[in-house]
């Protein structure tokens, strides 16, 4: 089978590096230049690991793992509060738990399947095709491609999900915040070097941590009414900076330091669909399930809906209906309950009070013990996805 997948993230180096071990054959369609830089902090656990061992990738996640000694948080006033050991965060997830990059993962899997799989960078899809046994994309840059299989794993903003299923404003669902990262070149601010730092205000939050080559990482979240309309480039950062105008201590020197090139931003939002395939074309990871930066496992999700798909494709190749049946109905339930999570979770993310924020507060300082820990894994483990 000749899979055609949009996107070059995630979502869809795990299907073409899964594709490829079940013997078939991938071309990926991506809208960027060249493979995007490192991306911003995540945390990698939950049915995500689980897909990552079955791969017999572990051992390179470890490579990329940043192995950080506590997370500490300050006061609007930049004085540390108080601090969390992440070994004993760590144990809420069994130790089964990884900080890295998220172009980190990305570069990863790339490496995994450059030598296996076609690429097309600068390049998206501008009509699709379909009949009974294949599907047909014409492409940005004039040229065609026959598949099998095409497969939107495009993000929250997919070009796959507009021309087969309809306009986002369809679909997605704005959770009251906006979101950007960014990140530095070696920036002298007083942040302990083992560490995840993070401040948060009323409505506002940001974090900060050392990366490799002498870098630092940022990422900002902030209430808001509406979504941002398509902001970008100096715009963008305005309009952080216009957020963040009365939160000091840093934040100045790291305003002055963005480079355009690597900076983030977008709104905070889900992708509800009520069907995630339509005949030989489907939709993967952000690009039909988006969770939202507030349920985190995006990239542990993208990966669980990659494996799943590639799964039943390689048992039942020629029964297009029987994989899409399969891949919805198990990975569906999982999705929809960590959306609804989310939603509820949405008001007390980054709170709007100082009442708030000291409940918050309150909840983070216990999180690590472990007569609480039942409790926070039932709060951020979604079912597994596997029935052995």
Same mark, same amino acid.
């Given at each position: 089978?000749?899979?055609?997948i949009? @996107?070059?993230?995630?979502?869809?180096?795990?299907?073409?590096?899964?594709?490829?071990?079940?013997?078939?054959?991938?071309?990926?369609?991506?809208?960027?230049?060249?493979?995007r830089?490192?991306?911003?902090?995540?945390?990698?656990?939950g049915?995500?690991?689980?897909?990552?061992?079955?791969?017999g990738?572990?051992?390179?996640?470890?490579?990329?793992?940043? *192995?950080?000694?506590?997370?500490?948080?300050?006061?609007s006033?930049?004085?540390?509060?108080?601090?969390?050991?992440?070994?004993?965060?760590?144990?809420?997830?069994?130790?089964?738990?990884?900080?890295?990059l998220?172009?980190?993962?990305?570069?990863?899997?790339?490496?995994?399947?450059?030598?296996?799989?076609?690429?097309?960078?600068?390049?998206?899809?501008?009509?699709?095709?379909?009949?009974?046994?294949?599907?047909?994309?014409?492409?940005?840059?004039?040229?065609?491609?026959?598949?099998?299989?095409?497969? %939107?794993?495009?993000?929250?903003h997919s070009?796959?999900?507009?021309?087969?299923?309809?306009?986002?404003?369809?679909?997605?669902?704005?959770?009251?915040?906006?979101?950007?990262?960014?990140?530095? *070149?070696s920036?002298r601010?007083?942040?302990?070097p083992?560490?995840?730092?993070?401040?948060?205000?009323? %409505?506002?939050?940001?974090?900060?941590?050392?990366?490799?080559?002498?870098?630092?990482?940022?990422?900002?979240?902030?209430?808001?009414?509406?979504?941002?309309?398509?902001?970008? %480039?100096?715009?963008?950062?305005?309009?952080?900076r216009?957020?963040?105008?009365?939160?000091?201590?840093?934040?100045?020197?790291?305003?002055?330091?963005?480079?355009?090139?690597?900076?983030?931003?977008?709104?905070v939002?889900?992708?509800?669909? *009520?069907?995630?395939?339509?005949?030989?074309?489907?939709?993967? @990871?952000?690009?039909?399930?988006?969770?939202?930066?507030?349920? @985190?496992?995006?990239?542990?999700?993208?990966m669980?809906?990659?494996?799943?798909?590639?799964?039943?494709?390689?048992s039942?190749?020629?029964?297009?209906?029987?994989?899409?049946?399969?891949?919805?109905?198990?990975?569906?339930?999982?999705?929809e309950?960590?959306?609804?999570a989310?939603?509820?979770?949405?008001?007390?993310?980054?709170?709007?009070?100082?009442?708030?924020?000291?409940?918050?507060?309150?909840?983070?300082?216990?999180?690590?013990?472990?007569?609480?820990?039942?409790?926070?894994?039932?709060?951020?483990?979604?079912?597994?996805?596997?029935?052995?």
């Open positions: 089978m000749h899979i055609l949009s @996107g070059s993230g995630i979502a869809g180096l795990t299907l073409a590096y899964c594709a490829q071990r079940g013997g078939h054959s991938c071309t990926l369609v991506e809208k960027a230049g060249a493979k830089p490192e991306g911003y902090m995540i945390d990698f656990f049915t995500g690991y689980d897909v990552a061992e079955r791969l990738l572990l051992p390179d996640l470890q490579q990329i793992h940043y *192995p950080i000694d506590r997370l500490v948080f300050f006061n006033r930049g004085r540390e509060k108080y601090s969390l050991s992440y070994p004993a965060v760590r144990k809420i997830f069994y130790d089964r738990h990884f900080n890295f998220r172009g980190d993962l990305e570069n990863l899997l790339y490496s995994k399947v450059r030598e296996h799989a076609q690429f097309r960078f600068s390049t998206t899809i501008e009509s699709v095709e379909q009949d009974a046994s294949s599907v047909s994309a014409t492409l940005s840059d004039g040229s065609r491609i026959d598949a099998d299989l095409l497969v %939107g794993a495009d993000g929250f070009r796959v999900r507009e021309i087969v299923f309809g306009e986002e404003s369809r679909f997605s669902r704005f959770l009251g915040y906006n979101t950007a990262a960014f990140l530095l *070149p920036v601010v007083p942040i302990s083992d560490a995840f730092s993070t401040l948060t205000v009323p %409505g506002r939050q940001f974090g900060l941590y050392p990366v490799r080559g002498g870098k630092l990482a940022t990422y900002f979240v902030y209430r808001a009414e509406n979504p941002p309309k398509h902001l970008r %480039g100096e715009a963008a950062i305005e309009e952080l216009s957020a963040f105008s009365d939160v000091g201590w840093i934040l100045p020197t790291l305003f002055e330091h963005i480079e355009p090139g690597s900076f983030y931003f977008d709104q939002a889900q992708i509800e669909l *009520p069907q995630w395939s339509k005949g030989r074309v489907f939709l993967l @990871g952000d690009a039909c399930y988006c969770v939202s930066l507030i349920a @985190g496992q995006g990239a542990s999700l993208a669980a809906g990659a494996y799943l798909l590639a799964q039943k494709l390689h039942a190749a020629s029964d297009i209906s029987s994989a899409a049946a399969f891949y919805e109905n198990r990975l569906r339930p999982p999705i309950k960590k959306q609804r989310a939603r509820k979770l949405a008001r007390r993310f980054v709170p709007s009070s100082s009442d708030g924020l000291f409940i918050r507060d309150l909840v983070m300082r216990f999180s690590a013990y472990a007569p609480f820990r039942p409790l926070i894994r039932r709060s951020l483990s979604p079912e597994s996805i596997f029935h052995e």
